[in-house]
């Protein structure tokens, strides 16, 4: 039987730190960590629940990989650039193959984003995973989600509602073949790059978490302001497109969760500054509420996304 300290140094254990900030990581009472000058610290923390979060027989690689790019996503809609990660698994039991697997997902993610994975904890219970990941940003250039001005553009990067197509074929929904769809449920990628560049353009900005009208809607309310959307101009892939056409489910892109998109709102003078990878979908305005033009109609919405506790 593995101890917690074996456990880590055979499964979570880098050879390496990527990042000069991070002083101390695993071995200690606590990690140590440099906040650059000029730079402030951003942190943020998720916590997954089996059944809740992710299905009991995912492959544990994806889960890995999720758990974490859920945190990194949450930096990347501040404008932060990730440091390090600390790991807290609440096990059932010790598997080690599951925990080969799950830290193989895990620590390529952060080897791709020069993540150092600094500490954390282990301890028995229903299977529960938390992250908590740290990055820095300029001091004064932290994207925001109360700072969008009316007559913005509203811009999100890559498609809508792909991992919302992902998790209906994954429960049994949805059945014609859609690899893309699944792999973005499973294997979703921060917009870490964009985030950055976003920096000193974006007015406010938030990741696409819980559905676009509900994490829109978090700069509208923060804001004081409204918008209107376009569904025509919406990025949606071809397999969305054909589910959409074999449903009549057109509200599926707009309130599913997990696509870990950025969506952003830009002035007029810097929309030339925007990453190529993104599309304008619609506009802020003055009258609050949110609003969507399709087929020459002008329709109020008052759906949500996923929320907690509902």
């Not at 954390?120 to 938390?130: A, E, I, N, R, S």
């Not at 994490?215 to 101009?233: F, P, R």
Request: overall charge negative; aromatic content about 6%; charged content about 15%.
């Amino acid at each position: 039987m593995l101890s917690e300290f074996s456990l880590i140094d055979t499964f979570f254990k880098q050879a390496t730190h990527y990042n000069a900030q991070t002083r101390l990581g695993v071995g200690d009472d606590c990690a140590l960590l440099s906040v650059p000058n000029g730079h402030e610290l951003a942190i943020t923390t998720d916590t997954m629940v089996e059944n809740v979060h992710f299905f009991a027989n995912v492959d544990p690689a994806y889960l890995g990989h999720k758990l974490l790019a859920v945190n990194l996503s949450d930096l990347a809609a501040m404008g932060a650039t990730p440091i390090a990660v600390t790991l807290a698994l609440t096990l059932p039991r010790v598997d080690a193959h599951w925990l080969e697997r799950f830290a193989q997902g895990f620590l390529a993610l952060a080897q791709t984003f020069s993540v150092d994975l600094i500490g954390g904890d282990t301890t028995q219970g229903p299977l529960t995973l938390t992250v908590q990941a740290m990055g820095i940003v300029p001091q004064g250039q932290a994207l925001k989600r109360a700072t969008a001005q009316v007559g913005d553009g509203i811009f999100m990067t890559g498609n809508l509602g792909e991992a919302g197509l992902g998790l209906k074929i994954a429960q049994g929904a949805f059945s014609p073949a859609a690899p893309n769809a699944l792999t973005r449920f499973h294997t979703p990628m921060p917009q870490i790059e964009t985030g950055l560049a976003l920096r000193g353009v974006a007015n406010a900005c938030i990741d696409i978490s819980d559905g676009l009208f509900s994490d829109l809607g978090h700069i509208l309310t923060q804001s004081g302001v409204g918008a209107c959307l376009d569904w025509d101009a919406l990025p949606l892939s071809a397999e969305v497109g054909t589910y959409i056409a074999q449903t009549q489910d057109s509200l599926m892109p707009l309130v599913a969760g997990d696509d870990y998109e950025l969506c952003f709102t830009v002035p007029a003078h810097r929309i030339h500054s925007i990453p190529p990878n993104c599309t304008r979908i619609g506009i802020i305005e003055q009258q609050t509420g949110l609003r969507l033009k399709k087929s020459g109609h002008l329709h109020t919405l008052s759906a949500k996304g996923y929320e907690h506790f509902s």
